[in-house]
């Protein structure tokens, strides 16, 4: 989270992407799914799409959600990140 700026939907929606079920202890569900966590990214990809996708219906509805982008940072596909796709 940014120590300021927050209040853009795309920087709200990037947020929520970073957050995992249970990390926000008076919402359980906000966050994509915590059990995708110990799984290979190539493996739990489409099922991250399809939390994410969620989360953005529910959470952010005023942006245009088009899917996650996933980026390896390593050369092991070990370590990924995941960019949210916003379209306008």
């Not at 209040?7 to 966050?31: F, K, M, T, Y």
């Not at 005023?62 to 940072?73: E, I, K």
Request: one cysteine or more; hydrophobic letters at 40%; glycine letters at 6%.
């Amino acid at each position: 989270m940014l120590a300021s700026g927050n209040s853009s939907p795309e920087i709200c929606l990037r947020n929520l992407i970073l957050l995992h079920e249970g990390d926000v202890i008076i919402d359980q569900c906000r966050g994509l799914r915590a059990d995708l966590q110990d799984m290979p990214a190539t493996t739990a990809y489409p099922f991250l799409q399809g939390s994410a996708f969620w989360v953005a219906r529910h959470y952010e509805p005023r942006v245009n959600f088009s899917g996650l982008q996933l980026s390896f940072t390593d050369s092991k596909e070990s370590a990924f990140t995941l960019t949210p796709k916003i379209s306008s």
